[in-house]
Structures are given as C-alpha cells and as structure tokens.
C-alpha cells in the first residue's frame, strides 16, 4: 500500500493527501479524516494506549505519527490517516454501494469487485499463515487492500460469501458485507498484539444477531 501511494503520486504529479481529499475525502464528505490534526480539533484526538499481555494500558505518543498536528513530509499510502467512525463509515458504505454515494462516484463498480476478489492461490492458503493480525487459510483470502471470505464456513466464521474487511494496528476495523446490504465499523485506540480478537468476536455476534 505504501508502494502504491508513491505510484500515485508519480502519476499524478500530485502529493498523496492531496489526491486523497480532492478524490475521496471531500466527495464523500469525509470533513475528520486528514493525514493531520487542525489545531481546532485537537481537543477530539483520543488518547492512544499500548497493551501487552497483562500489562495494564499504558499511554504512549502515535509511534506513526509524533506530530500530529503537522502535515507529514512522507504521507504513507498504507498508514497515517486520523479518522472518525462516521467517516469511516461514509467510506465503507461507498465501497457497499459499488463506488458511489449521495451522488458522488468514486470508483467504478468494476474496479470495487475487482479490489473484492481474492488474489491469493488456494494452495498458498492451504499453509494457514499469519500476516499481523489476519489469519490466512481456505476460504479467507486477500484482494487488493483488504481481506475477504471467499467462502465463510471453510474458513470458520458465520459471515456472508464476499464479505471484505480490513483492520489498522491501533484497534480499528471494519468490514461491508453486500449480501446483507450491511456495513461494520469499530474502533478502539490501542496497539497490542496480544488484544482480544474484537473484529472476529464482532462479526460472530453479527452472524448470530443475522440467523
């Protein structure tokens, strides 16, 4: 991702925040979501906690990002992003739209399936492996970007086929399921490897609240 985000501006001739909120932010109105704090919203950033294993929560500055409040040199197209769960929202439910919303096209349809559509070989899935916080195995593989089930029971989880999702290292996440016209935000403010598996808890208490 953060490849991709040099790519884009080498194409453009544009810097990364910029694309970004002329493109995305702005259309969607996504007001909150900026690579930086406005000195006016400052008083809104939560505290962010680290967390591990027993360890109580512990306050820590954004490892990522010191400065909030300034515009980083090297905007990162995988990382860096302040946002709000409405925000969020506004873009997750774009992306469950098939590229569109109130009006304002984003990205075409074809390019929404496509950044749905597993990319990985099925006996690449068979070695179940690990990446930070997604478990690869059958019928839970990658598109472009984010992570989806390309078949919920293989993989083991009371989700709909098509479902994608993604999550951030500071206790985000989110996830569209098209088959039930639904969408999931969550957030949290902490970083832990060690941190109770919120996105998968979520999505089996959705599953069963769907049944």
């Excluded at 969607?28 to 979501?33: I, V």
């Excluded at 591990?52 to 990002?65: C, F, S, V």
């Excluded at 029971?153 to 989110?174: I, N, R």
Aim: hydrophobic residues 40%; negative net charge.
């Amino acid at each position: 991702m953060d490849v991709q985000g040099a790519i884009i501006e080498r194409l453009s001739g544009q810097s990364l925040p910029q694309i970004m909120r002329q493109h995305i932010f702005d259309p969607l109105g996504m007001e909150d979501t900026s690579f930086f704090i406005a000195p006016r919203k400052r008083h809104r950033l939560v505290t962010l906690y680290l967390k591990m294993g027993d360890a109580p929560l512990t306050p820590i500055a954004n490892p990522l990002q010191p400065d909030s409040e300034s515009e980083p040199r090297l905007a990162m197209g995988g990382s860096g992003l302040f946002s709000t769960a409405y925000d969020y929202a506004r873009f997750a439910q774009m992306l469950l739209n098939g590229g569109e919303l109130d009006g304002e096209h984003i990205v075409s349809a074809q390019a929404v399936r496509a950044q749905m559509t597993n990319r990985l070989p099925n006996d690449l899935l068979e070695t179940r492996f690990v990446a930070e916080h997604q478990k690869f195995r059958p019928g839970f593989g990658f598109g472009y970007n984010g992570v989806l089930f390309t078949d919920p029971e293989l993989a083991g989880m009371p989700v709909c086929k098509g479902t994608y999702h993604w999550d951030g290292a500071a206790g985000t996440w989110f996830w569209v399921d098209s088959e039930n016209d639904l969408l999931f935000v969550g957030m949290t403010q902490f970083l832990s490897y060690t941190a109770l598996p919120l996105k998968a808890t979520s999505q089996m208490l959705m599953g069963e609240a769907i049944d």
